[in-house]
C-alpha cells in the first residue's frame, strides 16, 4: 500500500457496517492488530484504479 493510501485510511468515506475483520487485518486508527473477536467497523476506500480498498478499524481502539 503506498503512503497516500495508508494516510487515508483512518478515512474511510462511510462505514457500513460492524463485523470482525479477518485474520491478520490492522487497524489504522490505531496501528495494532485486530484481534479475532474485537468488533470492527468495515469501511471502503475508492482508489483511481481497481476496486475500493476495504479497511477494518476498531469500534474502540485499544489503550496502552
Not at 36 to 57: C, F, K, M, N, W
Amino acid at each position: 500500500m503506498s503512503a497516500a493510501a495508508s494516510a487515508n485510511t483512518t478515512d474511510a468515506k462511510q462505514w457500513e457496517y460492524t463485523t470482525f475483520a479477518p485474520k491478520g487485518e490492522t487497524c489504522p486508527a490505531c496501528l495494532k492488530k485486530i484481534k479475532p473477536l474485537d468488533a470492527v467497523r468495515r469501511g471502503s476506500i475508492e482508489r483511481q484504479s481497481g476496486a475500493p480498498y476495504v479497511v477494518y478499524r476498531h469500534l474502540e481502539c485499544p489503550t496502552g
